[in-house]
């Protein structure tokens, strides 16, 4: 069974550039995950999809990072402008979704940014 | 608002050696409780999840243990090996929504 998949995995890009990152979650999976992990922490929510709906994008910054999952299944995030700030590693998780959110998070080799 | 920590933040063995990995958090009230393996470089790989209802789960040579109440959880790692080098990340499940992370154990074990 293939993993959760992310594209690309490296992207370097100079400051107020557009940027964007992919996801392919598990087959099956409805729940899918964008998290943000800086070097040496943990990694953080930015947003959760049940299906195609949004439910939870309380960490997104609004104002220059957007997201949308067409048809339930692949993933877009996107930064534009980035910032100096964004430089971190882009996570894509996904979950069955169908016991609220309990059971197991799977997630992508992950996309490192650098903004120069 | 919940918060996770991890003690020690980077850990030192030699190969052979059993060690211990701790983590605590402040609010008892869990789904679930999920201990990660990340290789520098890549993403996370999950090794053990812990419903609220449940005490420990095995899988291996690892075994996790999870007392709800006090806000704690270990995982043990039996015969450690050069393998087992990688960051360990600790993460509750709150409310069946996104995973609180804390900010993991770096354990390099020498042959």
């Known amino acids: 069974e293939a993993g959760v998949v992310q594209s690309p995995r490296y992207k370097i890009i100079e400051k107020k550039q557009p940027v964007a990152f992919w996801c392919n979650p598990i087959?099956?999976?409805?729940?899918l995950y964008w998290y943000r992990q800086n070097l040496g922490q943990g990694p953080e929510l930015l947003i959760r999809?049940?299906?195609?709906?949004?439910?939870?994008d309380s960490q997104l910054p609004k104002d220059r990072f957007s997201a949308e999952r067409l048809k339930g299944v692949d993933s877009t995030l996107k930064i534009q402008p980035a910032e100096l700030g964004d430089s971190a590693v882009y996570l894509c998780?996904?979950?069955?979704?169908?016991?609220?959110?309990?059971?197991?998070?799977?997630f992508g080799p992950g996309t490192r940014l650098l903004v120069l | 608002k919940q918060e996770v920590t991890q003690i020690p933040a980077a850990l030192s063995v030699p190969e052979g050696e059993n060690l211990v990995l701790n983590c605590s958090f402040t609010d008892s009230a869990i789904y679930n409780l999920q201990w990660f393996r990340q290789d520098p470089g890549k993403g996370l790989t999950s090794l053990l999840l812990i419903q609220s209802s449940q005490r420990e789960q095995t899988s291996g040579r690892l075994n996790a243990s999870l007392d709800k109440s006090s806000g704690r959880s270990t995982l043990y790692i039996a015969a450690s090996q050069p393998g087992d080098s990688a960051t360990y990340l600790c993460a509750v499940n709150q409310a069946g929504t996104a995973l609180i992370f804390g900010k993991g154990t770096t354990l390099s074990v020498s042959s």
């Open positions: 999809y049940e299906n195609e709906e949004a439910v939870d």
């Open positions: 087959s099956g999976h409805n729940t």
């Open positions: 998780a996904s979950s069955l979704g169908r016991t609220g959110g309990q059971e197991t998070q799977y």
